[in-house]
């Protein structure tokens, strides 16, 4: 069996074909010197790419070089002496492992795959069945999924940074072909609004955040999300203190064809203070309305008051002048010949001056003593137009 220098003068020749391009560094990761040849050799066949490979067994090494990231591609065995590749892969993606990374296994089938992908694994490769050409096509894919996958980020955190500008906190989630809701980032904000860390969220659930009222809505817009179409809908949240805050949040779907998941991005804005001002508004307009109600009812019920005090004033007058003149036309009938005329005349002023009080002191439309001129004089006239009432 070769020694390990022996395997770096492979690496040298694998550099040469296209030295001018820039080198692909992929790390084996595999306790058999027996397979790395085998990959190896197949690496040398490749043409059109300047790849470089490089070899390391032991199982903290590997972890650290993945943490680092410092290949493109990482190349798992599935068995690594008393560990395996599926925990390496987890404990990698766990410390923020970024590169993509390709299984490489003869054992299991489908179930460890699967599992591998779950973990986060680009792809995988069979043993006994990889050839040049799979090879090839594998770490291309892999690489391509990886610059898909940064555009993506970089996509995204453009878009959380623009929606920090303009809301309060934004959101990514998931909703998975069963139903389930996935968190996949939350700004920020979202802890200072809502007192819950993302964990807490996870772990309480994303119902338990929505006031009991407006989860019916929230739980049928969910479903309606599956058919598309941007919402805009105003909803209250439960902090972690219970207080209460009102939002409005703006949601687009976005479905995923190939996993048959939706992507639901979100920008929430803090609405609490506008929404209490309006209440307080609301509050003051029906206070204003009331207070509105009430003087109208107290100038009526004044102008009714009023209107009874001047029809029993006037009515108590008028009868008086009624029975004066009925004593003046009883008298003026029989023309009074028995009785000085001076009298006649002191009774027709003392009733004029009663009249004039009623229709002009009374009523407010000329002062007391221009009353009483008035009625001297009207009285004085009357007794010219009765020759009958002369002196004598």
Not at 41 to 61: M, P, V
Not at 252 to 262: A, L, T, Y
Not at 283 to 290: D, G
Request: include cysteine; hydrophobic fraction near 40%; aromatic fraction near 8%.
């Amino acid at each position: 069996m070769q020694s390990r220098a022996a395997f770096r003068a492979w690496e040298i020749r694998i550099r040469k074909p296209s030295m001018d391009a820039k080198a692909i560094r992929v790390l084996m990761v595999e306790d058999s010197e027996d397979d790395y040849r085998l990959i190896q050799r197949l690496f040398s066949k490749i043409q059109g790419h300047n790849f470089t490979l490089d070899w390391e067994a032991a199982y903290e090494t590997a972890l650290d070089d993945m943490v680092q990231g410092r290949h493109d591609v990482y190349l798992l065995d599935y068995r690594l002496g008393q560990r395996d590749g599926l925990q390496l892969l987890r404990d990698a993606m766990a410390q923020g492992c970024c590169a993509p990374v390709i299984l490489l296994t003869a054992y299991g089938g489908y179930e460890v795959d699967l599992k591998a992908m779950q973990l986060g694994a680009t792809d995988f490769l069979p043993k006994d069945g990889v050839t040049t050409e799979l090879l090839e096509r594998v770490i291309r894919y892999a690489l391509a999924h990886k610059r898909v996958e940064d555009a993506l980020r970089r996509s995204e955190e453009r878009y959380r940074r623009l929606c920090e500008l303009t809301s309060d906190f934004a959101y990514a989630c998931r909703i998975t072909s069963d139903g389930h809701l996935v968190r996949e980032w939350l700004t920020d904000a979202f802890t200072r609004i809502t007192g819950c860390a993302p964990e807490e969220l996870d772990a309480r659930g994303w119902k338990g955040l929505i006031y009991p009222d407006d989860l019916p809505v929230v739980l049928t817009r969910l479903e309606a999300l599956r058919t598309g179409g941007v919402d805009v809908r105003e909803l209250r949240l439960l902090t972690r203190s219970g207080e209460i805050r009102w939002v409005r949040a703006y949601t687009k779907p976005v479905p995923d064809e190939k996993s048959g998941d939706i992507w639901v991005y979100g920008a929430v804005q803090d609405i609490t203070e506008q929404k209490s001002s309006e209440e307080a508004l609301r509050a003051s307009e029906k206070r204003l309305r009331a207070l509105s109600i009430r003087q109208r009812n107290v100038i009526e019920r004044e102008r009714k008051r009023i209107a009874r005090e001047i029809h029993d004033v006037l009515g108590h007058e008028l009868t008086l002048v009624r029975l004066g003149l009925s004593w003046l036309a009883k008298k003026l009938a029989h023309l009074l010949e028995d009785e000085p005329r001076v009298k006649v005349l002191e009774k027709l002023k003392s009733m004029s001056a009663s009249c004039g009080r009623t229709c002009w002191t009374r009523l407010d439309w000329l002062p007391p003593w221009n009353g009483r001129l008035w009625s001297s004089k009207n009285a004085r006239e009357s007794c010219a137009n009765w020759p009958c009432l002369g002196s004598r």
